[in-house]
Structure formats: structure tokens, C-alpha cells
């Protein structure tokens, strides 16, 4: 089974590399830039196609690695150049799309799959280093997928399967988990900046406290994991943080902590761990202004 790049960007060259260092046979890239056609070939012994035509007939399984809004006009050019056949597996590496934006390779007989590595890919040295420890998430014809789960296998890589319709909530929660947690930084470090602490030397301090709720997480699920004022009912403090946001004028860390601590208290009550009486006034504080 030889697998194919078409586009040789960030995600094509680590994780080409890492199929290269696991023995699994690349036939080649083409990217429309010759100067990365050629990187991600050297990197990978393999060839440095001139066309995507020549690169389709030398390849078993093609994953077309341009960026999400080209994957399909990709793929319909593919089609319409007779370089999709029947025994080809066309997949693309998006966690935001389906296969479905493969469907004219699949109305031509090909198995269609979109096959997402759970990585940011910004260093391509880095990225490569990070790729053992990746979760994938694969989707597609299931009848045809038996050679990437044999290849998710060879790799050694644990993933989740999903349905073409799942595909949005999958990723909307992986924005969540990744990118709002970025947010949610963000707003805590301004407020350590405005107690004279350096943002930076601040959020060092308490990576160990984020650490330990991200193991806690993982063992106890977020309910059982929750800690904190809120989940004791502590009335008291939770007045006094919303005098310090309000007294300095932070109102836009405000929203998101008012906001994140209504979410909070529905959660603290899943477990049962406030009284009801706490539980309100912690709710009219919070919804106070
Ligand atoms: N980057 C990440 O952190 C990350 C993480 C997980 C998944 N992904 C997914 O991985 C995929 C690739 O992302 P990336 O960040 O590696 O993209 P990228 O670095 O922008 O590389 C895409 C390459 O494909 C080329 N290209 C576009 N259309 C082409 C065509 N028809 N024929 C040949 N080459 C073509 C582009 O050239 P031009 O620049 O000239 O268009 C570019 O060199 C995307 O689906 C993305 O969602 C990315």
C-alpha cells in the first residue's frame, strides 16, 4: 500500500515523516510549490511528482493535504483528470470536515475517509516528535477502512471513529478543550497582571494547580473533579472576586467569569455538592449586574 501527498505543507511533511520512520512505503508528494514538493520527498525518500496525475497512479491511498477549503475543488479536479479509480482510498486530514467533501471520488468507486491527527502542526521538527503520542479521529465508508485502521495500527496511534454527521460536535468540543482553554488563560492572566504579578511568572505558579484539575478530569470526570468557592457554596468569596472585577473596571473578564460561573454552579449541583440555599445566593451575586 503506497500513500500519497497532494499538497506538501506543514501536516503532509510530519506526519509523511512519521509513517517513514514506522516502514510504511510513500510513494510521493506534489504540492503546487516545487520547493515543497521536493522538501517533503527528501524527507521522506520518496519521489517528487510533477503532476498530481502521476503522483494518483503511483499511489494506493491519497490524502489530499491542502487547506480545508481547497480540499475539494482538489478532489473534483482529480476526478475530472480520470486520476481517481475505484481501487484508490482518497482522504483528507481536516478535523472541522467530513468525507463528504470527497464524494466525487467516491461516486467514481473510490473509499472516501477523513483521518484528523489531534495536533497542532506548527514546527515540523516538533510536530514529528509529538506525532507517537497523537490521537487520531477517523471517518468514512466504513466497508473500506480496514487498510487505514491496519495503518493506524502499524503506526501504533490510539483513535476514535466517528459518523460523517458527528464530525462538527467532534471538533467544536476539540476547539473547546484546546483553543478557549487559550481564552480562558488569557482573561486569568490579565487579572494577575492587575495584582503586580507578571502574567507569565503568575500562570508558571499555578500550572501545577491546572495540572492536578486536568488529571482530576481524566480520573473523576468534571463533576467530581470540581473544587473551589462554587462548589462549596462560598457566598462570601464569590462577592468579593466580582467587588475586585467590578471596583477595577474589568468588565469583559467579568462576562466570562460570570458566565463560566453559572455554568459552574449547574455542574457543582450535578453533585450535589451545595446546599440550595448556597447555591442561590451564589446565582443572584453572580447575576447581580
Ligand atoms: N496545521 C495544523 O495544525 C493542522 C492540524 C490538524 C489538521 N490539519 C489539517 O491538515 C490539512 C493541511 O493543513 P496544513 O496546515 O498542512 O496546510 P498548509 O501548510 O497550508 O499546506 C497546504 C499545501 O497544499 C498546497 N496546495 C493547495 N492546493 C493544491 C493542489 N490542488 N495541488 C497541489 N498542492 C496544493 C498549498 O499551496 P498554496 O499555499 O499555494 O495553496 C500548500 O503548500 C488541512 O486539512 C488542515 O485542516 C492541520
Known sequence: MRIGFIGAGKVATAFGRYLHTKGVPISGYFDHHPEKTAHASRQTESVAFQSSADLSAR????????????????????????SIAPRHLVGHMSGAHSSRLLSDAQNLGATVFSLHPLQAFADETESLA???????????????????????????????????????????????LSNYLVTLADGAMAALEQAGIDPREGFRAMRPLMDGTLSNIAQLGPARALTGPIARGDAGTIARHMEALRARGLDHIKSLYVHMGLRTLDLAGKEKATTAQASAEVRRILKEN
Not at 468514512?140 to 462538527?168: C, F, Q, W
Open 130 to 176: 509529538a506525532l507517537p503520542e497523537t490521537w487520531f479521529s477517523l471517518e468514512g465508508d466504513s466497508a473500506g477502512l480496514d487498510p487505514v485502521i491496519d495503518l493506524l495500527v502499524r503506526m501504533g496511534n490510539r483513535y476514535l471513529t466517528l459518523s460523517p454527521e458527528h464530525k462538527s460536535l467532534y471538533h467544536l468540543s476539540a476547539c473547546m
Open 59 to 82: 499511489s494506493d491511498v491519497l490524502f489530499i493535504t491542502t487547506r480545508d477549503d481547497q480540499i475539494e475543488g482538489t478532489c473534483r479536479q482529480l476526478c475530472r483528470e480520470n
